[in-house]
């Protein structure tokens, strides 16, 4: 299989997550020592599209290792959603004379390249770069890390001035579908309740949990708020509590874009420099139309329509511990 795959093409699309160009780099270097040539495509699909393309060697990813963001820039494409857009894609591929196609991203990412095999055939390879965590077929996705290492570094400010002013914070984090990162960064910070899409708590229960927070003494606490919880944004879920709940002076911080940037953690980019050289063996070995996964430590090949069809669900020990810790 290896003399098939002679050229192939990587992108980046969907949102940035910190360790995509720990990813790019691994992915070209991988290539070269293999003796395949790389080929950059900038703007994601949009990218495929236009011919935006660049020749990549292993001087062209130097010094990349320890960037956020990524250098090959992203975007979504609403041309590449056409039969037609993708034909441009495919044309502009094989007329430089590429064999494989890696994607960095995430869900939406994945389906494109999914349906982008299935109509032409080409092999492609998904690398999961998503903050949110949420790809089924791998323990953790590149950018995941960093991101909740954000959160915690903010949150533990926040907390410098909830004790100081015996205040209530709202916290909202990143997470329109999966609230993962809520999860992780609520038993890393020590927030007294973490609502999110997986585990409805109603206002109800939450001014539960604040009552018998204020009957042991808690003088201020955190509340995490996963942007896509049932309940609203942070800034809802306040105003909901402020009309029946007096004990606290509220304040709602909403932390936004601030999770996807930054400089990636040691974790993130092991993780993806595992799986950028993981990627090119595995088409090298004849593996397409799947995504590389770590699942207990190990790469894994998950199908992509297994990966994008399929829900990851946050763990459930640790969603038991953070109500253990949360009293």
Same mark, same amino acid.
């Given at each position: 299989?290896?003399?098939?795959?002679?050229?192939?093409?990587?992108?980046?699309?969907? *949102?940035?997550?910190?360790?995509?160009?720990?990813?790019?780099?691994?992915?070209?270097?991988?290539?070269?020592?293999?003796?395949?040539?790389?080929?950059?495509?900038?703007?994601?699909?949009?990218?495929?599209?236009?011919?935006?393309?660049?020749?990549?060697?292993?001087?062209?990813?130097?010094?990349?290792?320890?960037?956020?963001?990524?250098?090959?820039?992203?975007?979504?494409?609403?041309?590449?959603?056409?039969?037609?857009?993708?034909?441009?894609?495919?044309?502009?591929?094989?007329?430089?004379?590429?064999?494989?196609?890696?994607?960095?991203?995430?869900?939406?990412?994945?389906?494109?390249?999914?349906?982008?095999?299935?109509?032409?055939?080409?092999?492609?390879? *998904?690398?999961?770069?998503?903050?949110?965590?949420?790809?089924?077929?791998?323990?953790?996705?590149?950018?995941?890390?960093?991101?909740?290492?954000?959160?915690?570094?903010?949150?533990?400010?926040?907390?410098?001035?909830?004790?100081?002013?015996?205040?209530?914070?709202?916290?909202?984090?990143?997470?329109?579908?999966?609230?993962?990162?809520?999860?992780?960064?609520?038993?890393?910070?020590?927030?007294?309740?973490?609502?999110?899409?997986?585990?409805?708590?109603?206002?109800?229960?939450?001014?539960?949990?604040?009552?018998?927070?204020?009957?042991?003494?808690?003088?201020?606490?955190?509340?995490?708020?996963?942007?896509?919880?049932?309940?609203?944004?942070?800034?809802?879920?306040?105003?909901?509590?402020?009309?029946?709940?007096?004990?606290?002076?509220?304040?709602?911080?909403?932390?936004?874009?601030?999770?996807? *940037?930054?400089?990636?953690?040691?974790?993130?980019?092991?993780?993806?420099?595992?799986?950028?050289?993981?990627?090119?063996?595995?088409?090298?070995?004849?593996?397409?139309?799947?995504?590389? *996964?770590?699942?207990?430590?190990?790469?894994?090949?998950?199908?992509?329509?297994?990966?994008?069809?399929?829900?990851?669900?946050?763990?459930?020990?640790?969603?038991?511990?953070?109500?253990?810790?949360?009293?």
């Amino acid at each position: 299989m290896k003399d098939q795959i002679k050229k192939i093409a990587v992108l980046t699309s969907g *949102g940035d997550s910190p360790g995509m160009n720990a990813a790019i780099r691994a992915v070209v270097r991988a290539a070269v020592f293999h003796e395949i040539e790389v080929e950059g495509v900038f703007q994601g699909y949009d990218g495929l599209i236009k011919g935006d393309f660049k020749r990549l060697n292993v001087r062209s990813v130097a010094k990349i290792l320890g960037r956020g963001g990524t250098i090959l820039k992203s975007a979504r494409s609403a041309e590449f959603m056409t039969k037609e857009g993708r034909q441009k894609a495919f044309d502009n591929l094989k007329n430089r004379n590429v064999d494989a196609l890696i994607t960095i991203g995430g869900n939406g990412t994945f389906t494109g390249a999914h349906i982008f095999h299935e109509e032409f055939g080409l092999p492609v390879m *998904g690398i999961p770069g998503t903050i949110d965590n949420d790809l089924f077929g791998s323990d953790n996705t590149i950018g995941f890390d960093t991101a909740t290492n954000t959160v915690v570094e903010a949150i533990d400010k926040i907390r410098d001035t909830a004790n100081s002013h015996n205040r209530l914070f709202f916290v909202e984090v990143m997470g329109r579908d999966a609230g993962f990162i809520a999860l992780r960064s609520g038993i890393a910070t020590g927030a007294i309740a973490v609502l999110m899409p997986e585990e409805e708590m109603s206002i109800d229960e939450l001014i539960e949990v604040l009552e018998k927070g204020a009957e042991s003494n808690k003088t201020s606490s955190i509340v995490i708020v996963a942007e896509g919880d049932a309940n609203g944004g942070a800034y809802e879920v306040a105003r909901k509590v402020n009309q029946r709940y007096s004990q606290y002076e509220t304040r709602v911080t909403v932390l936004g874009h601030i999770q996807r *940037g930054g400089v990636p953690s040691c974790w993130d980019r092991v993780l993806a420099s595992r799986m950028g050289v993981a990627a090119v063996e595995g088409l090298i070995n004849g593996h397409k139309d799947v995504m590389i *996964g770590i699942i207990n430590d190990k790469e894994e090949y998950v199908k992509l329509n297994d990966a994008i069809s399929q829900k990851a669900e946050p763990n459930a020990e640790e969603m038991r511990i953070a109500k253990i810790l949360s009293i």
